[in-house]
């Protein structure tokens, strides 16, 4: 059964909120204003037709947004989402008092931007190898051939890689039966020296017909560096397993952002948007007003990326990651661009930071860039006790962020500033720059 909507509201996540038999539901890929045709059967209701468009609609957008979900803003114009995500955010830290408006500053190019691909496998019912990406809320996959979002090296490679598969019928891995070989592949790529490294996740170490798969790939001069096995038997939803093995290449690609350049593995942290990342760093070291006398805490630092941009305007940097992989690369980039003035320590960030405390540590700027699910309470109380006049909060969730600025307070430190970084275009992502200030 169909049903008209007349000038629908719409959430921040392109959803409109519709009522059918009184009760909400969210519809998926609209503007705030239009009218709209739901498809009322089946488990929930859906969006059949605009029938009368925003003018903000562009319709050469994602051809899977509508079963991917993977893009909420794929189908309206660019700068009407960078709009959206200022009005969300403004919204969002509305009762923080006395700092300026909040600004969205737009990404370099909004498609074909990400440096980190990362594909499920299935087998199509005419036993053709495909990936694409989960539907939303399921396990069902839907096939994606060319991804707007990563790099369109990236999808070159996924693409004859599959064809590769087929022609030597290597199966993917099956859920339900757990038989097969292939899970995921992820693909990474530096921007700036065009390398590509390729990661096979198998269902264990067993990979008949690699040799093959490999010979195949280098006659095509994709310009692949490094081919990696990594083996994930468990039965989760974590893409990765814990150990590698090299097919090919030396097990690791460089990229270059700014004057500086970076060792990425394949279990390393790296900005996902390489051309936005010297944007996001330079805007927030400028935001830190680093001295030459200042000794830098860069909590949760990964392959010590913003360290390295840190360093030439302090007197120390200590960068802290429990990842330890990215610790070695770290400090394998400090090495490689010639910087002497970084210690990098594998450890917990609370762990670290409330030793820190204790040991009445000297820090004058702090720069963390927690994970989605942000810092905790016990760092933050460390910071109260070690009290570096400025903190700087890089963080890909504005809502752990808000919860995180009500310990900061408590604590004694003032916002001052947020500014919204677009790293992530065509999502409902937006990476946030919080300058903090100790309260005089």
Do not use: W
Request: proline share 3%.
């Amino acid at each position: 059964m169909l049903k008209n909507f007349s000038n629908v509201r719409v959430n921040y996540e392109a959803d409109a909120i519709v009522e059918i038999n009184h009760k909400d539901y969210r519809i998926h890929g609209c503007i705030e204003g239009e009218d709209i045709l739901v498809e009322t059967e089946g488990k929930y209701p859906s969006l059949s037709k605009i029938t009368k468009e925003s003018p903000y609609r562009i319709n050469d957008g994602c051809p899977y947004q509508k079963e991917c979900g993977g893009c909420q803003f794929m189908h309206m114009e660019y700068m009407y989402e960078i709009n959206q995500k200022k009005k969300y955010l403004n919204e969002l830290f509305k009762n923080i008092k006395n700092i300026p408006e909040i600004e969205i500053i737009s990404t370099f190019e909004p498609y074909h931007y990400r440096n980190k691909s990362q594909m499920t496998y299935k087998l199509s019912k005419t036993k053709q190898v495909v990936c694409g990406f989960y539907e939303e809320y399921s396990h069902r996959l839907v096939t994606v051939s060319d991804c707007m979002l990563q790099s369109k090296a990236s999808n070159k490679v996924i693409e004859e890689l599959n064809k590769i598969l087929s022609k030597h019928k290597i199966k993917p891995y099956d859920e339900k039966t757990h038989e097969g070989i292939i899970r995921h592949v992820l693909v990474r790529y530096g921007f700036q020296t065009k390398e590509l490294m390729l990661i096979i996740v198998t269902n264990g170490e067993m990979f008949p017909g690699r040799n093959n798969v490999i010979k195949d790939l280098l006659k095509l001069n994709l310009n692949i560096k490094t081919i990696v096995q990594n083996y994930n038997a468990r039965d989760t939803s974590i893409v990765l397993g814990d150990r590698n093995k090299v097919l090919y290449g030396l097990g690791f690609i460089y990229e270059k952002v700014s004057d500086y350049k970076f060792k990425i593995s394949p279990n390393s942290f790296f900005q996902i948007n390489s051309l936005g990342m010297k944007k996001l760093y330079n805007l927030a070291l400028m935001k830190a007003e680093i001295q030459k006398t200042d000794i830098v805490l860069d909590a949760y630092c990964g392959v010590g990326t913003i360290s390295i941009f840190a360093s030439k305007f302090a007197k120390e940097v200590i960068g802290v990651e429990l990842n330890k992989q990215a610790i070695q690369d770290a400090k394998i980039n400090a090495k490689i661009n010639n910087i002497l003035n970084i210690n990098f320590i594998c450890d917990d960030a609370t762990n670290f930071i409330t030793n820190a405390a204790k040991n009445k540590m000297k820090i004058d700027v702090l720069i963390m860039d927690p994970p989605r699910e942000g810092s905790t309470k016990q760092f933050i109380n460390a910071i109260g006790y070690l009290k570096p006049r400025r903190v700087i909060y890089i963080s890909c969730d504005p809502n752990t962020l808000k919860r995180d600025l009500y310990l900061f307070s408590e604590n004694d430190y003032i916002v001052k500033e947020i500014t919204g970084v677009d790293m992530f275009a065509r999502t409902k992502h937006v990476e946030v720059i919080t300058l903090l200030e100790l309260r005089k």
